[in-house]
Protein backbone atom coordinates (compact mmCIF):
# COMPACT_ATOMS: atom_id res chain seq x y z
CA UNK A 1 0.00 0.00 0.00
CA UNK A 2 1.44 3.59 -0.22
CA UNK A 3 1.70 4.88 3.23
CA UNK A 4 1.75 8.53 4.32
CA UNK A 5 3.86 8.18 7.81
CA UNK A 6 3.22 10.94 10.72
CA UNK A 7 5.39 10.47 14.29
CA UNK A 8 7.68 12.30 16.04
CA UNK A 9 9.55 11.03 19.11
CA UNK A 10 11.70 7.58 19.59
CA UNK A 11 8.24 5.40 19.88
CA UNK A 12 7.37 6.04 16.65
CA UNK A 13 10.66 4.68 15.12
CA UNK A 14 9.74 1.12 15.45
CA UNK A 15 6.40 1.50 13.53
CA UNK A 16 7.83 3.34 10.43
CA UNK A 17 10.42 1.03 10.37
CA UNK A 18 7.94 -2.19 10.41
CA UNK A 19 6.22 -0.63 7.93
CA UNK A 20 8.99 0.26 5.81
CA UNK A 21 10.89 -3.72 6.09
CA UNK A 22 6.96 -5.12 5.01
CA UNK A 23 7.77 -4.02 1.94
CA UNK A 24 4.84 -1.03 1.72
CA UNK A 25 5.55 2.34 -0.33
CA UNK A 26 6.00 5.54 2.42
CA UNK A 27 5.31 8.40 -0.16
CA UNK A 28 5.87 11.17 2.84
CA UNK A 29 7.01 11.12 6.79
CA UNK A 30 5.49 14.02 8.70
CA UNK A 31 7.22 15.10 11.58
CA UNK A 32 7.51 17.99 13.95
CA UNK A 33 9.72 20.64 13.21
CA UNK A 34 13.52 20.18 14.69
CA UNK A 35 13.65 22.62 17.68
CA UNK A 36 16.43 24.05 19.37
CA UNK A 37 18.30 21.70 22.15
CA UNK A 38 21.51 21.51 24.00
CA UNK A 39 23.67 24.24 25.31
CA UNK A 40 23.98 25.82 21.93
CA UNK A 41 20.29 25.14 21.23
CA UNK A 42 21.48 23.79 17.92
CA UNK A 43 18.66 22.80 16.40
CA UNK A 44 17.76 19.11 16.97
CA UNK A 45 15.53 16.96 14.37
CA UNK A 46 13.26 14.36 16.14
CA UNK A 47 14.09 10.71 15.87
CA UNK A 48 11.37 10.31 13.66
CA UNK A 49 12.75 12.29 11.10
CA UNK A 50 16.67 10.95 11.27
CA UNK A 51 15.07 7.37 10.39
CA UNK A 52 12.94 8.77 7.57
CA UNK A 53 15.98 10.06 5.60
CA UNK A 54 17.74 7.03 6.14
CA UNK A 55 15.45 5.55 4.74
CA UNK A 56 15.79 7.91 2.23
CA UNK A 57 11.57 8.93 2.48
CA UNK A 58 10.94 12.52 1.83
CA UNK A 59 10.45 14.63 5.05
CA UNK A 60 7.28 17.37 5.66
CA UNK A 61 7.58 19.65 8.55
CA UNK A 62 4.66 21.94 8.84
CA UNK A 63 3.91 23.78 11.87
CA UNK A 64 -0.26 23.20 11.36
CA UNK A 65 -2.08 21.26 9.01
CA UNK A 66 -4.95 23.71 9.31
CA UNK A 67 -4.18 25.45 6.24
CA UNK A 68 -5.43 24.59 2.40
CA UNK A 69 -2.01 24.67 1.14
CA UNK A 70 -0.71 22.07 3.61
CA UNK A 71 -3.59 20.37 3.02
CA UNK A 72 -3.19 20.36 -1.06
CA UNK A 73 0.09 19.20 -0.21
CA UNK A 74 -1.05 16.26 1.49
CA UNK A 75 -3.92 15.30 -0.72
CA UNK A 76 -1.04 14.89 -3.57
CA UNK A 77 1.15 11.97 -1.64
CA UNK A 78 -2.10 10.26 -3.30
CA UNK A 79 -2.30 7.52 -0.06
CA UNK A 80 -4.32 4.53 0.75
CA UNK A 81 -3.68 4.95 4.13
CA UNK A 82 -2.10 7.42 6.80
CA UNK A 83 0.03 5.85 9.78
CA UNK A 84 0.08 7.92 12.84
CA UNK A 85 2.21 7.53 15.84
CA UNK A 86 2.59 10.08 18.62
CA UNK A 87 2.65 13.03 15.81
CA UNK A 88 2.05 15.93 18.24
CA UNK A 89 0.11 17.66 15.37
CA UNK A 90 -3.98 17.44 15.16
CA UNK A 91 -5.19 16.62 11.93
CA UNK A 92 -8.25 18.75 10.78
CA UNK A 93 -10.71 16.58 8.65
CA UNK A 94 -9.53 17.92 5.35
CA UNK A 95 -6.40 15.26 6.28
CA UNK A 96 -8.65 12.53 8.14
CA UNK A 97 -10.46 11.80 4.81
CA UNK A 98 -7.71 12.56 2.71
CA UNK A 99 -6.25 9.08 2.32
CA UNK A 100 -8.67 6.80 0.57
CA UNK A 101 -8.81 4.21 3.74
CA UNK A 102 -8.45 7.05 6.47
CA UNK A 103 -6.16 7.52 8.90
CA UNK A 104 -4.94 4.50 11.72
CA UNK A 105 -3.32 5.18 14.87
CA UNK A 106 -1.63 3.28 17.45
CA UNK A 107 -2.15 4.25 20.60
CA UNK A 108 -0.57 3.33 23.88
CA UNK A 109 -3.53 2.68 26.11
CA UNK A 110 -6.61 0.34 26.61
CA UNK A 111 -9.21 2.88 25.53
CA UNK A 112 -11.33 4.49 26.25
CA UNK A 113 -9.14 4.56 29.29
CA UNK A 114 -6.39 6.83 28.73
CA UNK A 115 -7.58 8.84 25.83
CA UNK A 116 -5.11 12.35 25.20
CA UNK A 117 -1.65 13.07 25.58
CA UNK A 118 0.33 11.10 28.52
CA UNK A 119 -1.55 7.09 28.03
CA UNK A 120 1.55 5.57 29.64
CA UNK A 121 2.61 7.83 32.23
CA UNK A 122 -0.76 8.59 33.47
CA UNK A 123 -1.64 4.46 33.94
CA UNK A 124 1.84 3.97 35.92
CA UNK A 125 0.85 7.13 38.00
CA UNK A 126 -2.51 5.50 38.16
CA UNK A 127 -1.42 2.24 39.99
CA UNK A 128 -3.17 0.26 36.80
CA UNK A 129 -1.95 -3.02 36.54
CA UNK A 130 -2.97 -4.03 32.94
CA UNK A 131 -2.53 -1.88 29.58
CA UNK A 132 -2.04 -2.31 26.19
CA UNK A 133 -1.58 -0.62 22.94
CA UNK A 134 -4.29 -0.07 20.12
CA UNK A 135 -4.87 0.32 16.68
CA UNK A 136 -7.26 2.59 16.18
CA UNK A 137 -9.49 5.10 13.29
CA UNK A 138 -9.21 8.52 13.66
CA UNK A 139 -11.85 10.45 13.29
CA UNK A 140 -12.28 14.00 14.65
CA UNK A 141 -12.65 13.19 18.43
CA UNK A 142 -9.58 12.52 20.98
CA UNK A 143 -9.27 9.04 20.47
CA UNK A 144 -12.38 8.64 19.97
CA UNK A 145 -12.26 6.20 16.61
CA UNK A 146 -13.38 3.01 16.58
CA UNK A 147 -10.82 0.16 17.61
CA UNK A 148 -9.46 -2.90 14.82
CA UNK A 149 -6.37 -4.62 16.77
CA UNK A 150 -5.55 -4.76 20.77
CA UNK A 151 -2.67 -6.24 22.30
CA UNK A 152 -3.03 -6.38 26.22
CA UNK A 153 -0.10 -6.25 28.76
CA UNK A 154 0.73 -6.03 32.31
CA UNK A 155 2.06 -3.40 34.36
CA UNK A 156 4.75 -5.18 36.60
CA UNK A 157 4.32 -3.45 40.60
CA UNK A 158 7.94 -1.81 40.14
CA UNK A 159 7.60 -1.43 36.25
CA UNK A 160 8.66 3.08 35.40
CA UNK A 161 6.84 4.52 32.55
CA UNK A 162 10.06 4.12 30.73
CA UNK A 163 10.25 0.55 30.57
CA UNK A 164 6.60 0.19 29.59
CA UNK A 165 7.15 2.74 26.78
CA UNK A 166 10.24 0.38 25.35
CA UNK A 167 7.82 -2.25 25.63
CA UNK A 168 4.99 -1.04 23.82
CA UNK A 169 6.73 0.61 21.28
CA UNK A 170 8.11 -2.98 19.84
CA UNK A 171 4.36 -4.48 20.70
CA UNK A 172 2.56 -1.67 18.83
CA UNK A 173 4.96 -1.68 15.46
CA UNK A 174 4.09 -5.61 15.20
CA UNK A 175 0.06 -4.99 15.79
CA UNK A 176 0.18 -2.09 13.04
CA UNK A 177 1.82 -4.39 10.57
CA UNK A 178 -0.68 -7.20 11.50
CA UNK A 179 -3.58 -3.87 10.84
CA UNK A 180 -2.10 -2.93 7.70
CA UNK A 181 -1.96 -6.63 6.21
CA UNK A 182 -5.55 -6.70 7.18
CA UNK A 183 -6.66 -3.63 5.88
CA UNK A 184 -4.47 -4.52 2.71
CA UNK A 185 -6.68 -7.57 2.54
CA UNK A 186 -10.00 -5.77 3.15
CA UNK A 187 -10.29 -7.81 6.63
CA UNK A 188 -9.70 -5.19 9.08
CA UNK A 189 -12.61 -4.74 10.93
CA UNK A 190 -13.51 -1.93 13.53
CA UNK A 191 -15.35 -2.10 16.91
CA UNK A 192 -16.86 1.54 18.15
CA UNK A 193 -15.17 2.52 21.56
CA UNK A 194 -17.52 1.73 24.85
CA UNK A 195 -19.19 4.67 26.34
CA UNK A 196 -18.24 4.00 30.00
CA UNK A 197 -14.97 4.23 31.29
CA UNK A 198 -13.79 7.26 29.81
CA UNK A 199 -10.22 8.70 31.07
CA UNK A 200 -8.19 11.64 30.05
CA UNK A 201 -4.43 11.40 30.26
CA UNK A 202 -3.31 15.02 30.40
CA UNK A 203 0.04 16.49 29.40
CA UNK A 204 2.48 16.14 32.33
CA UNK A 205 2.95 19.51 33.88
CA UNK A 206 6.00 20.98 35.66
CA UNK A 207 3.88 21.57 38.96
CA UNK A 208 3.31 18.07 39.06
CA UNK A 209 6.47 16.33 38.91
CA UNK A 210 7.49 17.03 43.05
CA UNK A 211 7.03 14.01 44.89
CA UNK A 212 4.52 14.97 48.01
CA UNK A 213 5.60 12.87 50.73
CA UNK A 214 2.28 13.41 52.65
CA UNK A 215 0.35 10.88 50.30
CA UNK A 216 0.08 7.40 50.57
CA UNK A 217 3.72 4.85 50.18
CA UNK A 218 2.01 3.13 47.30
CA UNK A 219 0.77 6.35 45.57
CA UNK A 220 4.01 8.22 46.09
CA UNK A 221 5.65 4.88 44.43
CA UNK A 222 3.45 4.97 41.55
CA UNK A 223 4.44 8.54 40.83
CA UNK A 224 7.81 8.33 41.04
CA UNK A 225 7.84 5.14 38.67
CA UNK A 226 5.47 6.92 36.35
CA UNK A 227 7.51 10.05 36.07
CA UNK A 228 10.53 8.06 35.46
CA UNK A 229 12.85 8.40 33.60
CA UNK A 230 11.62 11.56 31.90
CA UNK A 231 10.69 14.10 33.60
CA UNK A 232 11.41 12.49 36.39
CA UNK A 233 9.46 12.97 40.06
CA UNK A 234 11.57 14.87 42.80
CA UNK A 235 12.27 16.20 45.74
CA UNK A 236 14.54 18.73 47.51
CA UNK A 237 17.47 17.82 50.11
CA UNK A 238 19.92 19.72 52.17
CA UNK A 239 23.18 19.42 51.44
CA UNK A 240 25.68 20.98 52.85
CA UNK A 241 23.40 23.94 54.16
CA UNK A 242 22.05 23.68 50.25
CA UNK A 243 18.96 22.62 49.22
CA UNK A 244 19.57 20.27 46.64
CA UNK A 245 17.54 19.28 43.62
CA UNK A 246 16.86 14.95 43.50
CA UNK A 247 15.18 13.40 40.98
CA UNK A 248 13.83 9.64 41.92
CA UNK A 249 14.20 7.48 39.51
CA UNK A 250 13.24 3.95 41.20
CA UNK A 251 11.98 3.18 44.08
CA UNK A 252 10.00 0.34 45.82
CA UNK A 253 7.73 0.31 48.99
CA UNK A 254 9.39 -0.03 52.34
CA UNK A 255 8.88 -1.00 56.00
CA UNK A 256 8.63 1.97 58.27
CA UNK A 257 6.69 5.09 59.63
CA UNK A 258 7.26 8.36 60.17
CA UNK A 259 6.16 11.98 59.55
CA UNK A 260 6.18 12.87 56.16
CA UNK A 261 9.59 13.10 54.51
CA UNK A 262 11.33 11.60 57.06
CA UNK A 263 14.75 9.61 56.44
CA UNK A 264 14.43 6.58 58.30
CA UNK A 265 17.72 5.24 58.08
CA UNK A 266 17.14 1.86 56.29
CA UNK A 267 19.01 2.46 53.03
CA UNK A 268 17.23 5.50 51.86
CA UNK A 269 13.87 5.00 53.21
CA UNK A 270 11.66 7.64 53.33
CA UNK A 271 8.39 8.09 55.12
CA UNK A 272 5.35 9.12 53.51
CA UNK A 273 1.72 10.04 54.71
CA UNK A 274 1.05 6.22 55.64
CA UNK A 275 4.27 3.71 55.09
CA UNK A 276 7.52 4.32 53.52
CA UNK A 277 9.52 3.76 50.21
CA UNK A 278 12.74 3.16 49.01
CA UNK A 279 14.17 5.09 46.42
CA UNK A 280 16.81 2.93 44.43
CA UNK A 281 18.29 4.93 41.64
CA UNK A 282 17.91 8.77 41.81
CA UNK A 283 19.59 11.59 40.11
CA UNK A 284 21.17 14.46 42.11
CA UNK A 285 20.85 18.48 39.86
CA UNK A 286 23.41 18.13 37.01
CA UNK A 287 24.56 14.64 37.53
CA UNK A 288 24.43 11.24 36.00
CA UNK A 289 21.82 8.63 37.75
CA UNK A 290 22.89 6.36 40.42
CA UNK A 291 22.26 3.62 42.55
CA UNK A 292 21.16 5.07 46.05
CA UNK A 293 23.96 3.23 47.94
CA UNK A 294 26.38 5.35 45.75
CA UNK A 295 24.43 8.51 46.13
CA UNK A 296 24.55 7.99 50.03
CA UNK A 297 28.08 7.72 50.01
CA UNK A 298 28.85 10.70 48.51
CA UNK A 299 26.23 13.26 50.22
CA UNK A 300 27.95 13.21 53.66
CA UNK A 301 25.71 14.41 56.31
CA UNK A 302 22.11 14.12 55.46
CA UNK A 303 19.32 15.91 57.01
CA UNK A 304 16.65 14.35 59.38
CA UNK A 305 14.03 15.25 56.80
CA UNK A 306 13.74 15.74 52.65
CA UNK A 307 11.37 18.56 50.79
Known amino acids: MRIVFMGTPDFAVPTLTEIVSSGHEVAAVYTRAPKPAGRGQAER ?7 AE ?6 FTPKSLKGEAEQDV ?6 DVAVVVAYG ?3 PKAILDAPRLGCLNLH ?13 QRAVMAGDTRTGVMVMKMDEGLDTGPVALVDEMPIGPEMTAGELHDAMMRVGADLMGRALAAL ?8 PQAEEGVTYASKIEKAETRIDFSRPSQEVHNHIRGLSPFPGAWFELELAGKPVRVKALRSSLAQGQGAPGALLGDGF ?25 TFLRGAGELPETVA
Open 45 to 51: RSPVHEA
Open 54 to 59: GFGIPV
Open 74 to 79: FRLHDA
Open 89 to 91: LIL
Open 108 to 120: GSLLPRWRGAAPI
Open 184 to 191: ERGSLDFT
Open 269 to 293: AIACGTGAVRLNQVQREGKAAMDAA
